[in-house]
């Protein structure tokens, strides 16, 4: 069965200060791997997708991530954060067919001024 | 940029009424979605149509809630005798989808946040 795990319901960081936000999944099929931004009282924003290309993705606003086969991780990482960063992230793996997105519960990122 | 609009963006009301709600896709795309998300979660899938064919529902969609696409265009989601677990925010989202696609990516819309006193 499909499921994605985010490690940290919260993270907190101070501006400036690198992001890493992480997610761990477990898939039989070759997976298609998708973070999503929540902002307060708005929908969800993809910042990035995996697809089976390059295993380091680059995504909007400075994000990125790595796609880890042998340890079934997807981390989402940012050098320097923003205080426009602060949101509710997504992880999200999609099974074969579109419908079926397997959502993780989220992280809040706070950052700190 | 014409993304994916959803109507209302809050709507309040009395337990016992009905609600709609509608979305606007992305023009082009085939494939439409409703998710709803309670505070503090991530998305549930509701229901999704390719085209105007409603293609799956999710057991969480029960025999209050009745979803429509009917040209492929814009989708309403109604909620009959609303109760106050009905309160949410719901989300629509649309997608290009050729063939098997399963990798194209959901363009969500603002929400319509629902509240049922």
């Known amino acids: 069965a499909q499921s994605v795990t985010q490690l940290d319901s919260h993270v907190s960081v101070s501006e400036g200060t690198p992001v890493l936000l992480r997610c761990n999944y477990s898939s039989s099929y070759s997976p298609s791997l998708f973070w999503y931004v929540q902002h307060p009282n708005k929908g969800l924003q993809l910042l990035l997708k995996y697809t089976s290309a390059a295993t380091l993705v680059k995504g909007i606003n400075g994000f990125e991530a790595e796609f880890k086969k042998s340890e079934t991780s997807f981390h989402l990482t940012k050098p320097s954060a923003h205080m426009s960063d602060a949101a509710e992230y997504f992880c999200?793996?999609?099974?074969?067919?579109?419908?079926?997105?397997?959502w993780g519960a989220g992280t809040k990122l706070i950052i700190k001024p | 940029d014409t993304g994916v609009s959803q109507d209302p963006r809050h709507k309040i009301t009395k337990r016992g009424q009905n609600v709609t709600f509608r979305c606007d896709p992305i023009?082009?795309?085939?494939?439409l979605y409703w998710y709803r998300q309670t505070l503090g979660q991530g998305p549930e899938f509701l229901t999704y149509?390719?085209?105007?064919?409603?293609?799956?529902k999710s057991r969480l969609l029960s025999n209050r809630f009745s979803a429509e696409r009917p040209k492929g265009s814009f989708s309403t989601l109604e909620i009959q005798r609303t109760e106050q677990g009905d309160s949410a925010m719901y989300l629509c989202a649309s997608s290009l989808a050729r063939g098997i696609a399963y990798n194209s990516p959901l363009h969500f819309g603002n929400g319509t946040r629902l509240t049922v006193t």
């Open positions: 023009s082009e795309h085939n494939r």
């Open positions: 999200v793996v999609s099974m074969d067919s579109n419908y079926q997105l397997i």
């Open positions: 149509f390719q085209n105007e064919a409603q293609l799956e």
